[in-house]
């Protein structure tokens, strides 16, 4: 039933994409003005009667416009373009016309106007930690003032005409999911001049209430409190709740209300609800366009969507993967070929048949992904070989004599397939991680894998296709990998992590010096039968010394040219000569994990293994580095070296006769001798001058939105899919992408399918997106500044403040000579003048990381002076923002406990922000208090290094003979009491580290409910064109049997809010609350320093 319903939908993709109107489109994001509504399809603005009809486009440009608001009058639309490249507020008449850039380096996420047709905007670009931030814009004295509203967080609203807000607190939390209950949830807040503070509305229900919006005394607002996202209206103090509208499934997005209307987004379509009569109906609207965006075009460079590669039996051509499609490419001179192509479909790991004539490729043509064999010239039938497929296949790989394929799926089985009777057979499969590592003997009889054992390391595994049952080849106490058969078949050879000799030798020093194991990899290799003798072995009295391989190689010529001439001759025939060639393998199962012998290389950071006769090949990285040579040793009894073949190595691949090798430097695609000596790839780079690919983006989008839909399925770490009808999402939703016009179109639709999931770590994004041909950034002086007309040009209200001690991060007016302060007017950059350009960012546009000279006076009555400075980009003046948000704390922390307290923020858990940690924790491991603040923390997978230092615990004290030790063992242990912070924005595995840190009893979580994003992910689920809706595949649970923290957060011991305007005022509640805790704590419980005894008297006196 489950293969019906997929073929059925697949056909509907096919045959509804044909028939579809061509000009019905994907509405989004409507504006309501009177009886006009703006809205974006195709990337632009347009606009139609709110009784529908044919829209009128409004913009043009190659990249996106969004975010269309109205004024009050009717006669501006203020929206967000990317006409230099990055995302900027702008202004247009309503009836058409050119558009006034508004703001420089504020990349708008939401756009409105105040009752007083000010443009109001929201913003990261002026907030210390990523708040949105709502700033109101004023044409004022012949150029643009902004105006920060006072309260943090705030991401939408709508002002009455007494200048009381109503406003969504926190903007859309990121991650695609339904009946959100989490911390990050939206609710919606009043607040007025005359407040001490914000009041919240809809605290009454934890799921989201959003998008506040007056009328007739009423705020109306979008809200999921029966299930599906749908119009709600209630009094301005919260009160008499009314449903308006009741869709079931489809929610309800972009509202915007006019006079009593209110337009939205339902799935494709835009209704507008008449609140007077209480009735709903959807705007039929038509498009007059070429619709460009759907038209064939080309990419220009297909390198950059190779997914797989793959070289030919005797290296003469190379198979590509590249965006779903099947390339044939000769390495020399001769044809490029498309092999097979299919409207709507992606093929994937395409390999050469040893016939040379076919590919083995996987497909998904039938709606599974299946193996099929496709014609490697290009003319001839694709023909389907399985059709039992169920979830994705992985890594098909044909044996050396062509009659069978193995391959591995996403349910972690191993799968051999009769090439000619086209029979599947299972033959392993893994509790633990995926197999992989396929590796056919030469004979085809044996398959050597890689399997995880149930103490997680991995081993070799062996499968005897005569025998149907797999044996154990190599130990599982340490991690074995890439196995490769030698050409004669006598010999496995393998990869495996036995190297365990860590390079710090000592726990002595700064920042807890810790064991790391470098070059852990060796190569090994197994004697499959008994009484073998290594190629490696020195000779002995009893083993004469053989030929070095350069003179066995000139042997081997002279013997092949003898052999040319007998075959010339009629004295020797093919087939005598291919019998002396044949090579049956032999394994004596019995004393094979003892068989062991060590290739005499030198360990390193290895893999992907490969052999020839003569010759072993590898991959090799130092420590830390992300690019990898390609290396080479000779098989020789003596003077083993590696040598390196090649550096900056991608990928590389070995020719099935050994004689070859494939290797991707960059995008550069070379063909060389297998030989274990240094390549020369100047003259030997495979021609792809000219190879472009054609899209139909029609058939992509599809193809991509069906294949999301079955990645979700695969991929998701519940096979039930959380209780939803998964196929019948796929009916619900697919005939929708006949209506796309855009991949960000298909990307809005995508997201409203998996959000059905109820999950998050469910992202949706990537692909292609259009640019216009313009790219310039605005700099940053590093500093808040003010346009002041008085003054004479834009005022430095502030300069973001740094750690005197860290030198990476500093603004541009804080370097030392420089000697501006806040109060400081520019006048000029560049001999400009900063008033006449309308807003200083224009100044800017280009400049970061160049001098600029600026005209500066250090107050209203100075002198001016020149000054040069190199402004800094945007994203440098993101994280310098942080860092003074860091610094701060930590300042305050060490003023307010008087130096007893140490502050540690990590902005996220990856690996880099161990650095953080490192930074702060360590100079303060002697404190009697600790602040971990993981507030806005990202996520990442460093929890556990976290958590592991904090449950040290000092277990003795070293005397020395004058003064006091500075330390204890275990080393850096925290002796004192510890608190986090958390709060709405801590995500993923910022969650997982309070939660931990909580149930270890290292202390309490204070602060608010955390975002509730508690299913991990890979992020390899990728799309053709690179884009990517993710899978949430790793479920979090307790040894209670409870699952943990996902969607709902993680509930701190004590609850502090910092409220909206307090916290734009410059206050810290949370951080307050912890530091009144841990002096607290340190008064009631002294961490006093632990003093060492009396020395003993050994003298012997009584």
């Given amino acids: 039933m489950r293969r019906t319903i997929v073929g059925f939908v697949w056909f509907l993709a096919v045959a509804g994409f044909v028939d579809a109107a061509s000009t019905e489109g994907y509405y989004r994001q409507p504006a309501l003005r009177g009886a006009t509504v703006v809205f974006v399809a195709e990337g632009d603005l347009w606009k139609v009667h709110a009784d529908g009809g044919v829209a009128e486009r409004l913009t043009t440009h190659p990249a996106a416009e969004s975010l269309p608001a109205i004024s009050p009058d009717g006669s501006q639309i ?135 919006m007056l009328w007739n005394g009423r705020v109306y607002f979008a809200s999921d409190r029966d299930g599906t996202m749908n119009l709600w209206s209630m009094q301005g103090d919260g009160a008499d709740l009314t449903q308006h509208t009741r869709h079931d499934g489809w929610d309800v997005k972009s509202p915007s209300l006019d006079n009593g209307r209110i337009a939205y987004q339902l799935g494709a379509d835009l209704h507008l609800y008449d609140v007077a009569t209480d009735t709903d109906k959807k705007i039929d609207i038509r498009l007059r366009s070429d619709f460009d965006h759907m038209r064939e075009n080309w990419v220009d460079e297909p390198m950059d969507y190779v997914s797989s590669i793959a ?25 490029l070929v498309e092999a097979g192509r299919q409207q709507g479909v992606r093929f994937r790991q395409a390999r050469f048949h040893p016939d040379g004539e076919r590919l083995v490729v996987l497909s998904d043509a039938s709606g599974e992904v299946e193996v099929w064999t496709l014609p490697a010239d290009g003319v001839g039938d694709l023909v ?10 992985w890594e098909v790989l044909p044996s050396p004599d062509g009659k069978w394929a193995a391959h591995h799926d996403k349910n972690q089985r191993l799968w051999l397939l009769d090439l000619e009777s086209r029979k599947n057979v299972k033959i392993d499969e893994s509790a633990i991680r995926d197999l992989g590592g396929l590796a056919w003997s030469p004979d085809s009889r044996f398959l050597a894998y890689v399997k995880s054992e149930e103490n997680a390391f991995s081993s070799i595994r062996i499968y005897d296709r005569e025998t149907g049952r797999s044996f154990r080849a190599t130990t599982d106490r340490y991690d074995s990998s890439s196995p490769f058969w030698s050409p004669d078949g006598k010999w496995l050879y393998f990869l495996s992590d036995r190297n365990l000799v860590s390079i710090v030798g000592s726990p002595w020093g700064n920042y807890q010096p810790e064991p790391f194991l470098d070059k852990k990899t060796q190569i090994f290799m197994l004697a499959l039968t008994k009484g073998l003798r290594s190629p490696f072995a020195p000779a002995d009295e009893l083993h004469e010394e053989e030929d070095e391989p350069e003179k066995k190689e000139k042997n081997a010529g002279e013997s092949d040219k003898k052999k040319s001439a007998k ?186 399918m998996v959000s059905e999931l109820a999950a998050l770590h469910i992202f949706v994004g990537g692909g292609d997106q259009r640019d216009g041909p313009d790219e310039v950034d605005v700099a940053s002086l590093g500093a808040r500044l003010i346009r002041d007309a008085a003054a004479g040009g834009y005022r430095v209200e502030h300069i973001y403040r740094s750690d005197p001690d860290d030198l990476s991060r500093v603004s541009p007016l804080a370097r030392p000579g420089i000697d501006v302060s806040a109060g400081a007017v520019i006048e000029k950059i560049n001999g400009r003048s900063t008033l006449e350009a309308g807003a200083i960012g224009a100044l800017l546009r280009n400049q970061a990381g160049r001098q600029v000279l600026l005209h500066v006076r250090d107050h209203v009555n100075s002198t001016p002076r020149e000054v040069v400075v190199t402004p800094i980009g945007l994203g440098e003046d993101y994280d310098l923002r942080y860092h003074e948000w860091e610094y701060t704390r930590r300042l305050e922390v060490d ?102 840190f909580r149930r270890l009893g290292l202390g309490p979580v204070i602060g608010t409910r955390t975002w509730g994003g508690e299913i991990w992910l890979t992020s390899s689920n990728r799309l053709v064109d690179g884009g990517i809706a993710t899978a949430a595949e790793f479920g979090v649970y307790g040894p209670e049997g409870e699952w943990l923290i996902e969607g709902w957060g993680v509930e701190p011991d004590i609850v502090v809010d910092n409220l909206p305007h307090a916290t734009f005022q410059g206050e810290d509640a949370q951080l307050q609350a912890a530091i009144d805790y841990l002096r607290k704590k340190i008064a009631e419980e002294p961490v006093d320093p632990v003093l060492p005894p009396p020395h003993p008297d050994k003298s012997g006196r009584k």
């Fill in 895 to 996: 003023e307010k406990s008087d130096g007893d307290i140490g502050y540690v923020h990590l902005r996220a858990m990856g690996g880099r922000n161990f650095t953080e940690w490192a930074k702060n924790f360590y100079p303060a491991f002697n404190r009697k208090g600790l602040i971990v603040d993981v507030r806005h923390n990202r996520g990442g997978n460093i929890d556990s290094w976290i958590l592991s230092r904090l449950m040290r615990r000092p277990w003795f004290y070293w005397s020395q003979r004058v003064g006091q030790a500075p330390a204890w063992n275990q080393q850096y242990a925290f002796r004192g009491h510890v608190v986090v912070l958390c709060n709405e924005r801590t995500a993923s595995d910022g969650e997982a580290f309070s939660e931990g």
């Fill in 384 to 393: 389907q070989l399985t059709d039992d497929g169920e979830v994705l296949r």
């Fill in 567 to 752: 075959r010339k001759n009629g004295e020797v025939s093919d087939e005598s000569e291919k019998e002396d060639k044949e090579v049956v393998v032999t394994i004596d199962v019995e004393g094979l994990t003892a068989r062991l012998h060590l290739v005499p290389v030198s360990p390193g950071n290895y893999r992907a293994l490969g052999v020839t006769e003569k010759a072993l090949f590898w991959l090799s990285r130092a420590a830390g580095e992300n690019s990898f040579e390609l290396v080479a040793a000779p098989i020789q009894k003596k003077d083993v070296k590696i040598e390196t073949v090649a550096s900056n190595i991608r990928f590389y691949d070995l020719s099935a006769d050994g004689k070859k090798l494939l290797l991707r430097v960059g995008d550069k695609l070379h063909v060389v001798d297998a030989k274990p000596k240094s390549a020369d790839l100047k003259k030997t780079a495979i021609d792809l001058d000219g190879w472009k690919l054609s899209i139909d983006p029609r058939e992509e989008w599809r193809q991509m939105f069906v294949e999301s839909w079955r990645l979700e399925r695969d991929y998701f770490y519940d096979q039930g899919m959380h209780g939803v009808n998964w196929p019948a999402m796929l009916e619900k939703y697919l005939p929708l992408v006949r209506r796309v016009t855009d991949r960000a179109e298909l990307s809005d639709l995508m997201a409203q």
């Fill in 78 to 212: 203020a929206f967000v373009a990317r006409y230099e490249g990055p995302a900027e507020l702008y202004t247009m008449p309503l009836d058409g016309g050119m558009p006034t850039r508004r703001t420089y380096g504020r990349r708008p996420v939401w756009v409105g106007w105040t009752p007083q047709a000010s443009v109001l905007y929201a913003t990261r670009a002026f907030s210390d930690l990523p708040n949105a931030q709502l700033v109101q814009i004023e044409e004022r004295d012949g150029g643009v003032v902004e105006t920060r509203i006072p309260l943090a967080q705030a991401a939408d609203g709508d002002f009455s005409e007494d200048g009381t807000l109503w406003f969504t607190r926190l903007p859309f939390q990121g991650s695609h999911t339904k009946r959100y209950r989490g911390g990050t949830a939206q609710q919606i807040w009043r607040f007025s001049p005359a407040d001490e503070e914000a009041t919240p509305l809809t605290r009454d229900y934890p799921g989201t209430s959003k998008r506040p």
């Fill in 311 to 335: 070289l030919s039996v005797k290296g003469d051509q190379v198979a590509l993967t590249a965006r779903g499609r099947v390339y044939v490419i000769p390495t020399e001179q001769g044809r």
